[in-house]
């Protein structure tokens, strides 16, 4: 019985604050537009890899062989496709997988074990030195798809990228993006 009111009090809890929402709005801190360009915001980053996996034609094989985990470990999936990589079938496909695994070496060695998915193997490249990075990786199909291509995909008319005096790149916010 006492289950059973906890569960009431829950469901009225939850439906009054969503009423609240949809009477006063959902308002942003900062101008709708803004707040998916930097990359902790951005909802493309996620998956990604898959995507770009796609265009060398060789999602489907990833997929086939090594599922990615729903619980968020992916040591195991990395193993797997190190163990599987004769079976896949198009060079172009054996070559991206092979530069997604330097890349994850790289990452690993360079922040550790934590974050262990492609997205957050990708955000790991995105925030690291290129020069620091190794050639297997820096030069891989993967890396050129997945980081560089992420960059392109950001660059928006009015948006773009400058040099300062030091030389390291600089992502350049809209007027009305100022963070606060």
């Keep these: ?35 998916h360009q930097s990359f902790g915001h951005h909802r493309h980053v996620r998956r990604e890899e898959l995507r770009d996996a796609t265009e060398v034609g060789c999602r489907g094989e990833i997929t086939r062989y090594c599922q990615p985990p729903v619980n968020g470990f992916y040591e195991d999936w990395w193993k797997c496709l190190s163990d599987n990589m004769d079976r896949f079938r198009t060079p172009d496909c054996q070559t991206h997988i092979n530069g997604m695994i330097a890349c994850r070496n790289f990452a690993v060695s360079s922040y550790g074990p934590g974050e262990q998915s492609p997205d957050g193997l990708v955000k790991h490249l995105l925030h690291s030195e290129k020069e620091s990075i190794p050639s297997e990786c820096r030069n891989s199909r993967f890396y050129k798809d997945a980081v560089v291509g992420y960059h392109r995909r950001q660059q928006r008319p009015g948006m773009g990228e400058f040099f300062t005096a030091a030389g390291e790149e600089e992502r350049r916010q809209p007027d009305n993006c100022v963070k606060k």
């Excluded at 289950?3 to 801190?29: I, P, T």
């Design 1 to 35: 019985m006492r289950f059973v009111f906890v569960l009431l009090v829950l469901f009225l809890a939850c439906s009054v604050s969503a009423e609240e929402v949809v009477k006063r709005g959902y308002k942003h801190k900062e101008p709708h537009n803004c707040h």
